[in-house]
């Protein structure tokens, strides 16, 4: 299966793909992790992306779509299928995405596409905490890990991300408006657009998924 999630910083992209990962066993392909691995790998890309990502904009359009045609391009997806999380993020990026799909012959068979009104997003992005070993969230009232502060999964202590505060994330919001929701009306056009209550919890949000998507 090969799928593409939508929604405003915040939504529970991440949350979901982690989940839509293990039950369909595709892989996971989250430019923003990527950033943030090349970042914490001191990488010239990372070093770029930083300076955009810091100030809660888009990193420029050409980095991002070498990164992902590189990892398009590799031979795992072709048999296993893909969650693409946090690409597209505006028109210029959906048209590159579709010509580098019709390339490589793996058009999208759906785009989950995550609904959660502004006024929900500033409290769940100022109260995630993420690994930063296997970058999964959590969220300090919502979703907390069993112990406080420590990764279920690895035992890592978990950090706030540098880009989580209040001043970021409201520029982040506003780029989601300006630059990202028109996809809703690209893939709506498209005919592949599912669209899901992301204020309900996370585990309804995944049942939402899973019966719009199939079992
Ligand atoms: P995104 O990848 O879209 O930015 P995340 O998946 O990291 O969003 O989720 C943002 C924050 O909201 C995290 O702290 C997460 O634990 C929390 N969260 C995710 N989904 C829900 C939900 N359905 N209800 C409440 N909180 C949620
Ligand atoms: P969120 O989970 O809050 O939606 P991401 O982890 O997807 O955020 O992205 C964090 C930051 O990384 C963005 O604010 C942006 O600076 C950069 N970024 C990630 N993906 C892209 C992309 N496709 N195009 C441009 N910038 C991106």
Redesign the pocket.
Known sequence: MRLLIL?P????????SDKIVEHYKVKHISTGDMFRENIKGGTELGKKATEYMDKGLLVPDSLVNDMVMDRLSKDDLKEHGFLLDGYPRNISQAEALKDMLTKLDMPLDAVINIEVPSKFLID??T??RVCPKCQR???IA??PPKEEGICDYDGEALITRKDDNEETVKNRIDVYDNETKPLVDFYTKEGIILNID?T???DE?FESIKSKLGK
């Open positions: 929604g910083p915040g939504a529970g992209k991440g949350t979901q769940r992005i109260g995630r969230s959590y969220h919502n979703n992301g309900l919890s996370i949000t």
